[in-house]
């Protein structure tokens, strides 16, 4: 079920009336059995998957609870529960690696070793990264103590399987999340509308903005040697297509998860006005960096062979280089791990890594950054070195989504040869190229005007939530004639400014 379809309009809508409808007690129960609904609507078998990592978590997690409560030996304690959060993190880690990774294995053994493995067909539930990733958290908060376990199965179910959030996140934490779901919800009038405008916003940047952009995108990678000198234009509607789609994918879960007065956690912070990297991540998918962070990047800072590998470093390089190169070594861990999670190929691994390096480079010579911007003397105040920034970060930004988008990793190279010796913008007005479906000069210019019309509106948008105004809150303050013409607007957008099919394809994030 879509969530561009009216089937699931229908659904949310069906699932909200009846939230507030049913006794409040009873409310964490309505959303669990609509949740289990609409996951099962996608097929029975893949609902088993979901069954069970929840109930992998939820026993894990009460037995991991336990055994720090009633072994009265801690050392015999913590290796009990080490056990079994490592059996839990070992099954349902490992379903997910067989059924996303095992034929990026077999094809990787074949190039290297010429066997002839074959492709084996394996059944991939929708979103399991996202609620594999969202159990697993819990379980290692249950553990390190940050968490207590959820006694209460069905209550479990619905933060594993909360169905809004279910196939593209945000990954949510059970010490945000979990009371949230489970308490009752009052209805608020001014909620409701602040969500329906979530919602709506959501859609007009999916449906007007990034599926338009998504004709030029898969015309132009799709074929790379036909469109030689579009690269730079192919790179550049996929940045707006990616930023759209999935930011507005967030926003209509986070609307959603707005009517029924739930809070869930911002994924997205204006990412393009990100000065560096590491800000960039600091502002994109931000609850899968927090994640990474948290799961990932401190434990592996934190271990016994870092420390050994940090004295040897102080040791080898001195104070400063003995600090640094521990945390640089942890996040190419970070984003090997990142590139990974993106996907089966060599092009997501190489795409991870690209920014980890960035990022761990940036590490090594910030010192030197600091005396340079002083002998220069470049104030981190100055607007011209901020915007200087902005867009350094963002041509760095589009380098790694040619990594992301291409068919591989040599056709990504190629893409950017084409970029900086063929470039070209006249190839998408000449007589006889197609875009996508739709072809000629008259739908170019119009899909174009459309998406630079699309992108204006988010920018100010973006300015001014940068500046810290509450749009959605200025919003709900304004004459209800003012409100009604804002939602006719959106309303009337998604048809007249989408596909010239009148058809969106779902989120691209939907299949994770």
Same mark, same amino acid.
């Given at each position: 079920?879509?969530?561009?379809?009216?089937?699931?309009?229908?659904?949310?809508?069906?699932?909200?009336?009846?939230?507030?409808?049913?006794?409040?007690?009873?409310?964490?129960?309505?959303?669990?059995?609509?949740?289990?609904?609409?996951?099962?609507?996608?097929?029975?078998?893949?609902?088993?998957?979901?069954?069970?990592? +929840?109930?992998?978590?939820?026993?894990?997690?009460?037995?991991?609870?336990?055994?720090?409560?009633?072994?009265?030996?801690?050392?015999?304690?913590? $290796?009990?529960?080490?056990?079994?959060?490592?059996?839990?993190?070992?099954?349902?880690?490992?379903?997910?690696?067989?059924?996303?990774?095992? *034929?990026?294995?077999?094809?990787?053994?074949?190039?290297?070793?010429?066997?002839?493995?074959?492709?084996?067909?394996?059944?991939?539930?929708?979103?399991?990264?996202?609620?594999?990733?969202?159990?697993?958290?819990?379980?290692?908060?249950?553990?390190?103590?940050?968490?207590?376990?959820?006694?209460?199965?069905?209550?479990?179910?619905?933060?594993?399987?909360?169905?809004?959030?279910?196939?593209?996140?945000?990954?949510? @934490?059970?010490?945000?999340?979990?009371?949230?779901?489970?308490?009752?919800?009052?209805?608020?009038?001014?909620?409701?509308?602040?969500?329906?405008?979530?919602?709506?916003?959501?859609?007009?940047?999916?449906?007007?903005?990034?599926? *338009?952009?998504?004709?030029?995108?898969?015309?132009?990678?799709? #074929?790379?040697?036909?469109?030689?000198?579009?690269?730079?234009?192919?790179?550049?509607?996929?940045?707006?297509?990616?930023?759209?789609?999935?930011?507005?994918?967030?926003?209509?879960?986070?609307?959603?998860?707005?009517?029924?007065?739930?809070?869930?956690?911002?994924?997205?912070?204006?990412?393009?006005?990100?000065?560096?990297?590491?800000?960039?991540?600091?502002?994109?998918?931000?609850?899968?960096?927090?994640?990474?962070?948290?799961?990932?990047?401190?434990?592996?800072?934190?271990?016994?062979?870092?420390?050994?590998?940090?004295?040897?470093?102080?040791?080898?390089?001195?104070?400063?280089?003995?600090?640094?190169?521990?945390?640089?070594?942890? *996040?190419?861990?970070?984003?090997?791990?990142?590139?990974?999670?993106?996907?089966?190929?060599?092009?997501?691994?190489?795409?991870?890594?690209? #920014?980890?390096?960035?990022?761990?480079?940036?590490?090594?010579?910030?010192?030197?950054?600091?005396?340079?911007?002083?002998?220069?003397?470049?104030?981190?105040?100055?607007?011209?070195?901020?915007?200087?920034? !902005?867009?350094?970060?963002?041509?760095?930004?589009?380098?790694?989504?040619?990594?992301?988008?291409?068919?591989?990793?040599?056709?990504?190279?190629? !893409?950017?040869?084409?970029?900086?010796? $063929?470039?070209?913008?006249?190839?998408?007005?000449?007589?006889?190229?197609?875009?996508?479906?739709?072809?000629?000069?008259?739908?170019?210019?119009?899909?174009?005007?459309?998406?630079?019309?699309?992108?204006?509106?988010?920018?100010?948008?973006?300015?001014?939530?940068?500046?810290?105004?509450?749009?959605?809150?200025?919003? +709900? @303050?304004?004459?209800?004639?003012?409100?009604?013409?804002?939602?006719?607007?959106?309303?009337?957008?998604?048809?007249?400014?989408?596909?010239?099919?009148?058809?969106?394809?779902?989120?691209?994030?939907?299949?994770?």
């Amino acid at each position: 079920m879509s969530l561009v379809s009216m089937e699931f309009l229908l659904f949310a809508a069906a699932a909200v009336a009846g939230y507030y409808w049913i006794p409040k007690r009873c409310q964490w129960m309505w959303l669990l059995l609509f949740s289990y609904i609409y996951y099962a609507s996608g097929g029975i078998r893949v609902t088993c998957f979901l069954l069970f990592t +929840t109930l992998t978590s939820y026993a894990a997690g009460i037995l991991v609870e336990q055994a720090a409560e009633k072994i009265p030996d801690k050392k015999k304690a913590k $290796r009990r529960g080490k056990q079994v959060l490592a059996s839990a993190l070992l099954l349902n880690f490992g379903i997910l690696g067989v059924l996303k990774y095992t *034929n990026f294995a077999l094809h990787t053994v074949n190039g290297l070793f010429g066997t002839e493995f074959g492709s084996l067909q394996f059944l991939l539930p929708l979103g399991i990264s996202f609620y594999t990733f969202q159990s697993m958290g819990y379980l290692l908060d249950v553990y390190w103590g940050r968490a207590k376990a959820e006694h209460h199965l069905f209550r479990f179910a619905l933060f594993v399987s909360f169905f809004p959030q279910i196939l593209q996140g945000p990954i949510g @934490r059970f010490s945000a999340l979990g009371e949230q779901l489970y308490a009752s919800h009052p209805f608020d009038g001014k909620r409701i509308e602040r969500g329906c405008l979530r919602i709506l916003w959501g859609y007009f940047k999916k449906m007007a903005i990034a599926d *338009n952009a998504v004709i030029f995108v898969d015309a132009i990678f799709g #074929n790379p040697e036909l469109y030689d000198g579009l690269g730079l234009m192919g790179v550049l509607m996929y940045s707006i297509q990616l930023y759209c789609d999935f930011s507005g994918g967030m926003d209509v879960v986070i609307g959603i998860g707005e009517l029924f007065g739930i809070h869930l956690d911002e994924n997205f912070k204006r990412p393009y006005f990100a000065v560096s990297i590491t800000d960039f991540w600091h502002r994109w998918h931000i609850t899968l960096g927090t994640w990474m962070k948290d799961y990932v990047f401190y434990p592996v800072t934190l271990s016994g062979w870092m420390k050994h590998f940090s004295k040897f470093a102080k040791k080898a390089f001195g104070k400063q280089m003995g600090r640094t190169l521990p945390i640089c070594l942890a *996040n190419l861990i970070v984003f090997f791990v990142v590139g990974v999670w993106h996907g089966a190929a060599w092009k997501f691994i190489v795409y991870g890594l690209y #920014n980890g390096l960035i990022i761990a480079f940036s590490g090594l010579m910030a010192p030197a950054y600091r005396n340079w911007k002083k002998a220069l003397h470049i104030s981190d105040k100055s607007r011209a070195f901020h915007l200087f920034q !902005m867009a350094r970060t963002f041509v760095l930004v589009n380098i790694s989504w040619f990594f992301d988008r291409a068919e591989d990793v040599p056709t990504a190279v190629l !893409m950017m040869k084409n970029t900086l010796r $063929r470039l070209d913008f006249r190839q998408v007005l000449e007589p006889g190229i197609e875009i996508g479906e739709a072809s000629g000069t008259t739908f170019t210019v119009v899909a174009l005007g459309v998406i630079l019309g699309g992108c204006l509106l988010l920018f100010a948008v973006s300015v001014l939530q940068e500046q810290g105004k509450d749009l959605a809150e200025i919003f +709900t @303050r304004q004459h209800w004639l003012v409100k009604a013409a804002v939602y006719l607007c959106l309303i009337l957008a998604l048809p007249v400014l989408g596909q010239p099919s009148g058809e969106s394809g779902g989120f691209i994030y939907a299949q994770f």
